[in-house]
């Protein structure tokens, strides 16, 4: 069965860095298809981070994450990368990945995604 499993969270200090990852296991066109991020904060829903398209050439970015984070991908690998600086308490939140099968382009909502991962807690101290 389709799995993707995330690793890379923890606890850091603001303004430090993280680099989450995701390898997807289970079928073999995750190559053709969109994989994003998305994170939950406790009592919030389920926000949009970050999404990439099949080979890279374009990415899309939830307001609150832009020109901080950094998504990319290794088709090779099946994983999907999530490079987070600059770092803040309001980004605590666990973070999770998502792969889409049923669409090509970039999607930010949750309903366009159909496998998700476990998620990686990622805590921001001040």
């Known amino acids: 069965q389709v799995q993707l499993v995330e690793s890379g969270g923890g606890l850091v200090q603001a303004g430090g860095s993280l680099r989450l990852s995701c390898t997807g296991s289970g079928r073999t066109d995750f190559s053709i298809h969109p994989l994003a991020w998305f994170r939950q904060a406790p009592g919030k829903e389920r926000e949009f981070v970050a999404a990439?398209?099949?080979?890279?050439?374009?990415?899309d970015y939830g307001e609150s994450v832009k020109a901080r984070f950094t998504i990319s991908r290794d088709n090779a690998a099946n994983t999907v990368y999530l490079q987070m600086n600059s770092l803040k308490p309001e980004d605590t939140a666990v973070y999770y990945c998502?792969?889409?099968?049923?669409?090509?382009?970039?999607?930010?909502?949750?309903?366009?995604?159909?496998?998700w991962g476990q998620g990686t807690q990622v805590t921001v101290s001040s």
């Open positions: 990439i398209s099949w080979n890279g050439g374009s990415t």
């Open positions: 998502a792969a889409a099968f049923n669409i090509y382009g970039l999607g930010r909502s949750i309903h366009e995604y159909n496998y």
